[in-house]
């Protein structure tokens, strides 16, 4: 069975750090992408980040960009998301997701092979003015 089981996250202060991780089983870690969903209070789940873990391209939306990387550790099939310089609107549940190929062009994300099954149980970052 596929499984992505999410860690990290928690408490943080704005402007410091915090990084989740999502380690994947069950499928070829190396031939898929992983993607980062956040979901803020009161607001509509939204795609923030993405690596292929094929060719380690990596994509951010514009809010994220020069803030967050996204990395993958293929010995440990786990990807991270390092977040820095957090503000109080990085606040929200994040999730992960395999998908077969994941891009971000002109403000629009390309999501192939996105699954309903393969998804992190989701960890909440909160980050306090």
Request: aromatic residues 10%; hydrophobic residues 35%.
């Amino acid at each position: 069975d596929v499984q992505l089981v999410q860690s990290g996250g928690g408490l943080a202060q704005a402007g410091r750090s915090l990084r989740v991780s999502c380690a994947g089983s069950g499928f070829s870690f190396g031939a898929y992408a992983i993607g980062w969903f956040r979901q803020a209070p009161g607001k509509e789940r939204e795609m923030v980040s993405c690596i292929n873990t094929r060719d380690g391209s990596t994509y951010y939306s514009e809010s994220l960009r020069g803030r967050f990387t996204v990395s993958s550790d293929s010995t440990a099939n786990t990807v991270h998301l390092q977040m820095n310089s957090l503000k109080p609107e990085d606040t929200g549940v994040y999730h992960c997701a395999a998908m077969i190929l994941c891009s971000y062009s002109r403000g629009e994300w390309r999501r192939v092979g996105l699954r309903s099954d393969w998804w992190g149980q989701g960890t909440q970052v909160t980050v306090a003015a």
